[in-house]
């Protein structure tokens, strides 16, 4: 064999793994907690069930209010160009309120025959401006590391003793960790269950990141954390992780695998043994095309996003994390203490037994009597 046909065969092959690489992490994340809990699958089985039902239920719901994410990111360098700007930082926030609000300038890409299932999700995001402890806060931290490369397998970047940085309160806050993500990995994120835990929340490598700074084509407009985020609000890959598989959705079209690149429309005809004249909608966001080839989240998507909020995060719904620092704190020294807690007798108590009264003395002076039931 010549050095050139060998040359041809590994140029080949490289090709082939470098299409096949998952660029998203999730199922992957999703695989490893199954693995080591079986209780896992019971959770996100519970969460599918338990989705479907809530969305039968609420047929018209609107939220009462705008829906804004207050979000925290945390970058995680080891190397200077890891320290990604604020510029860059806050063109990702820019791209996730276009894209969840469909003001995204490439809206207009979107064939027409999805044009009206295409959704505005009404889903809003500000970088936080409380921190955990009622104090002002840009919305970012940076932890400087000596872990040169954070990986799904570990070192994990949510976790300080692997040289990442813990999170703020995954319950309060969409925490998304910014570092150098190995693996040929581009994200990752937590779907909700009861199996909430401390790494909650989306990781996305800092080279895609943003579309502007260090953000590389062709992942370079910020799709990697639109789509991280519908993860992170329950969404599925459209293809359902699966030939042919099941993501939940019914106004995405079955399709068979995952697209890449940047197919033309339409894409895939009738696949999967069905007549779809229009073939995959390979422009969603919960596909794995070039960043600049993704333009839509739909209708279905959008009310699946709204029930894993009402339902799992629901702190979302109401809070005051962004919009400066007045009303946490004032309700925090107003709030009044309990000083302590007394039986009829007048005995300091802590211990509560059904049907026995107690009286509690706050510390302006006010007493409540509570009986246990
Ligand atoms: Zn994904
Ligand atoms: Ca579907």
């Not at 936080?128 to 840009?138: E, K, L, S, W, Y």
């Not at 959705?249 to 005809?269: A, L, M, R, S, V």
């Amino acid at each position: 064999m010549t050095n050139k046909i060998l040359f041809l065969i590994i140029l080949v092959a490289s090709a082939i793994y470098a299409n096949s690489q998952e660029r998203c992490g999730t199922a992957a994340i999703n695989q490893q907690r199954m693995e080591k809990s079986s209780e896992y699958k019971k959770a996100r089985d519970k969460v599918n069930n338990q989705t479907a039902k809530w969305i039968k239920e609420h047929p018209n719901y609107t939220p009462e209010t705008t829906i804004t994410i207050p979000v925290v990111v945390h970058v995680v360098w080891n190397t200077n160009d890891q320290n990604i700007s604020d510029t860059q930082i806050q063109s990702q926030i820019d791209v996730l309120n276009a894209d969840f609000n469909r003001t995204n300038i490439d809206a207009i890409n979107t064939p027409n025959i999805w044009q009206n299932i295409a959704a505005d999700c009404e889903i809003e995001f500000c970088l936080a401006n409380i921190d955990p402890n009622g104090n002002p806060t840009t919305g970012i931290t940076r932890t400087q590391t000596n872990t040169s490369q954070f990986q799904i397998s570990g070192p994990s970047v949510e976790d300080a003793s692997t040289g990442g940085k813990e999170p703020w309160n995954i319950n309060q806050y969409l925490n998304i960790w910014v570092c150098n993500l190995g693996g040929g990995v581009l994200g990752y994120a937590s779907q909700p269950s009861e199996f909430l835990s401390s790494n909650d929340g989306v990781v996305i490598n800092y080279t895609n990141f943003g579309n502007s700074g260090n953000s590389n084509a062709p992942y370079h407009k910020g799709r990697t954390a639109t789509h991280e985020v519908g993860h992170w609000l329950n969404l599925d890959h459209i293809w359902g992780n699966n030939n042919c598989g099941n993501d939940y959705i019914t106004d995405t079209p079955k399709q068979e695998k995952d697209n890449n690149g940047c197919p033309g429309f339409p894409h895939n005809i009738n696949s999967c043994n069905t007549p779809n004249i229009n073939g995959d909608m390979f422009m969603n966001y919960m596909d794995y095309t070039n960043d600049q080839c993704m333009n839509l989240f739909t209708k279905g998507q959008k009310t699946r996003m709204l029930a894993a909020i009402n339902e799992y995060r629901p702190n979302i719904l109401t809070h005051s994390l962004c919009s400066g620092t007045a009303n946490i704190l004032e309700t925090n020294t107003n709030k009044k203490e309990i000083l302590k807690i007394v039986d009829v007798l007048g005995r300091v108590t802590n211990k509560q037994s059904r049907g026995m009264p107690l009286f509690y003395i706050y510390n302006d002076g006010s007493v409540e009597k509570k009986l246990i039931p």
